[in-house]
Antibody, heavy 116, light 105 residues
Framework: QVQLQESGPGLVKPSETLSLTCTVS????????WSWIRQPPGKGLEWLGY???????NYNASLQSRVTISIATSRNQFSLTLSSVTTADTAIYYC??????????WGQGTLVTVSS | SYEVTQPLSVSVALGQTARITCAGN??????VHWYQQKPGQAPVLVIY???NRPSVIPARMSGSNSGNTATLTISRAQAGDEADYYC????????FGGGTKLTVL
């Protein structure tokens, strides 16, 4: 069974860069797709993007200019960076394992608050 | 860009059948996936590719997809089924519905 765990700062200042890492256990990261999905408090789910284990990426067009997803296969990790954050980026950030464009395993999520 | 629409809320009496819809233009031509999210928890996949259930999901949950509407059906609704439910499709990008809050009365 695949397990995912998000890690990173819980507080980021406006205009700075949000950085999170997802550590995968129970399976090799060298297969399938790996995604980041977020959920503002009390709101719905928003997909940020995915990375294939080969390094191919696909991002949400509305965030594409600010989002970067990278993968470190040797560490079984993948990461998210989101630049120039505003309070609208405050959300629970989930990492997820993707298969055929659906998500069968999710991390527990980490709350990131954007505030000065 | 493609959009999918869900009702904000659905109510069902205990033991009855709940149906949660996901509407989109010709959604029947796409694969629809459903997630259940309970308060304070991560979403859980309950239906994938329209009708398939992960092994840990009870058979009371089923899915269908035709025309412009996909439906998640929950039979013999239990108090533990109270949650937010999201549909999701792929259309050159991952698209989630806005979510439906299921209340079991």
């Amino acid at each position: 069974q695949v397990q995912l765990q998000e890690s990173g700062p819980g507080l980021v200042k406006p205009s700075e860069t949000l950085s999170l890492t997802c550590t995968v256990s129970g399976d090799s990261i060298s297969s399938y797709y790996w995604s980041w999905i977020r959920q503002p408090p009390g709101k719905g789910l928003e997909w940020l993007g995915y990375i294939y284990y080969t390094g191919i990426t696909n991002y949400n067009a509305s965030l594409q200019s600010r989002v970067t997803i990278s993968i470190a296969t040797s560490r079984n990790q993948f990461s998210l960076t989101l630049s120039s954050v505003t309070t609208a980026d405050t959300a629970i950030y989930y990492c997820a394992h993707g298969r055929d464009y659906f998500f069968d395993y999710w991390g527990q999520g980490t709350l990131v608050t954007v505030s000065s | 860009s493609y959009e999918v629409t869900q009702p904000l809320s659905v109510s069902v009496a205990l033991g009855q059948t709940a149906r949660i819809t996901c509407a989109g233009n010709n959604i029947g031509s796409k694969n629809v996936h459903w997630y259940q999210q309970k308060p304070g928890q991560a979403p859980v996949l309950v239906i994938y590719r329209d009708t398939n259930r992960p092994s840990v999901i009870p058979a009371r949950m089923s899915g269908s997809n035709s025309g412009n509407t996909a439906t998640l059906t929950i039979s013999r609704a239990q108090a533990g089924d109270e949650a937010d439910y999201y549909c999701q499709v792929w259309d050159s990008s991952v698209i989630f519905g806005g979510g439906t809050k299921l209340t079991v009365l």
